[in-house]
């Protein structure tokens, strides 16, 4: 039964303050890619290869968050980069980017309830994985469908612990490298021995590109700032300095945390068995080291599909409210939040995780194919807004300094940030086994603007039909 609150629920709450967007936009960079996949990517890359790998990607982060702060500051609405396409580029554009992204995320959610539940085995071996997967399942629902003051609480919260990992990390590591720690095994301060090398790319350029791409992924989710931007509390103020605040912040947690990685395991053994941070903290004899990182990649992943559920539930709640999604989906509860549409897209996380059992090499590898593209072509669409709506604004007689927060070096930043992002499509296609991402992912997005251009014909011949 629709309350009378939810019939008149026409927009959400700004409950969402800086230290929340801060923590937001920082919690959706900072995931399993740098706890888990940071090992690979010094295995594969090399010392040097990873970390100019994590430079290039942080400055095309860099990128996109500038011109995704001025798109929000001067038009914060939650639906974000879909809502500027369809007013910049058209809306068949900001129709194709919705519905990718929401799926994007809404699988990815599915995927982070599983990775919870096997975590948890480690602790509790006898209890089933599905059993911990409902249990994440009704916490994160219960945290998004309160209200989003608690969603932006939990999520300062779980960021919070990722990044006091990390600066312990770097300070425990630093000391190890130049010898105030001695490791228990008697080696001698590792310095940095283990950053030189017969070659400053030991497997080849290719491995660096290659490695560059897993970096770039691991960075997207920036762009959750952008969501959160319609229940800003002051977005003028907020946005601007959550851009300046986390690009500079996770450059400096990526690099330096990499480069300790690099300094104290030799590059040929890292990632090979386990977290490289948890090699480090057994070298170290810290206790329980297994244990504590295993509880912060558990928060990782929480806060992950946290902030997935939340931004994938807005996306579809603001295509409701412009008729690219049902109507039905548009309503409020009393507290301010979509839970139709919140509803809609944890079932739909359910379904891609069901179909990793049943339908594994179908229909869940195109859904993991479609992911793999959706950050980057976001990405794309966000900086071709930007470009879009500059050159709007300037040709209608805006100045400069009306703008409260603007991107620099117009239009340098913005077509730079779409040729980069477009050169990862030419390295998908020239990788075997990435090639089916570019295919599958193309072909979806070709369907989108295909299934867009029908709605409207549809539209147009209905009033004829009628008569």
């Known amino acids: 039964m629709t309350t009378s609150t939810e019939r008149k629920g026409i927009q959400l709450t700004r409950s969402l303050k800086s230290r929340h967007i801060f923590m937001l936009s920082l919690g959706g960079v900072i995931g399993t890619g740098l706890f888990m996949g940071s090992g690979v990517t010094i295995n594969q890359g090399g010392p040097w290869g ?54 994007s995320w809404a699988t990815t959610v599915g995927l982070e309830f599983t990775a919870a539940g096997m975590l948890m085995q480690r602790w509790f071996p006898g209890v ?3 059993y911990w997967s409902a249990l994440f399942v009704a916490l994160l629902f219960g945290i998004n469908a309160l209200a989003t003051r608690a969603f932006g609480e939990a999520e300062y919260w779980f960021a919070g612990v990722k990044v006091l990992a990390i600066l312990s990390f770097i300070v425990v590591g630093a000391l190890v490298i130049f ?31 290659a490695v560059m791409m897993t970096v770039v992924y691991a960075f997207q989710g920036c ?62 004899g810290i206790p329980y080291a297994a244990d504590l990182m295993n509880f912060v990649i558990l928060t990782a992943i ?27 989906l548009s309503p409020l509860s009393k507290q301010g939040v979509p839970l139709r549409a919140l509803f809609i897209t944890l079932c739909f996380a359910l379904i891609s995780l069901m179909t990793s059992f049943i339908a594994a090499d179908t229909l ?23 470009y879009r709506f500059r050159r709007q604004f300037l040709r209608e007689g805006g100045q400069l300094e009306q703008l409260k927060y603007r991107a620099p070096w117009f239009p340098l930043v913005p077509l730079l940030c779409i ?18 991402s570019l295919y599958w992912g193309s072909g979806f997005i070709a369907l989108c603007y295909g299934a867009y251009y029908l709605m409207q014909r549809k539209r147009q011949l209905q009033p004829a039909a009628a008569v």
């Open 50 to 103: 990873a970390i100019l790998s994590y430079l290039v990607a942080g400055f095309l982060m860099y990128l996109v968050m500038v011109c995704l702060g001025e798109l929000s500051v001067q038009m914060p609405v939650s639906g974000s980069f879909q809502a500027h396409a369809t007013k910049y580029i058209g809306p068949a554009t900001g129709f194709m980017i919705g519905w990718v992204y929401w799926m």
């Open 419 to 436: 040729v980069l992002c477009s050169s990862l499509f030419v390295f998908l296609a020239l990788d075997e086994t990435q090639r089916p």
């Open 223 to 284: 762009e959750i700032m952008g969501v959160a931007a319609g229940e800003t509390d002051q977005p003028e103020k907020s946005i601007p300095r959550a851009v300046r605040n986390v690009v500079f912040r996770v450059l400096i947690f990526y690099v330096l945390a990499v480069m300790v990685l690099a300094a104290i395991i030799p590059w040929q053994q890292a990632g090979l068995v386990e977290s490289p941070f948890v090699q480090v903290f057994d070298m170290v």
């Open 302 to 328: 929480l806060s992950v599909g946290n902030s997935g559920l939340y931004a994938s539930t807005r996306i579809l709640w603001a295509m409701s409210k412009s008729g690219m999604a049902p109507k039905a």
């Open 128 to 130: 089933p994985i599905w």
């Open 364 to 386: 869940f590898m195109v859904l993991m194919a479609v992911s793999g593209m959706a950050g980057t072509v976001t990405w794309i669409v966000i900086a071709l807004a930007q």
């Open 179 to 209: 010898g105030v720690i001695d490791l228990p095994s008697g080696a001698p301060a590792p310095m940095f021995d283990n950053l030189k090398g017969d070659s400053l790319f030991p497997n080849g350029l290719p491995a660096v590109f």
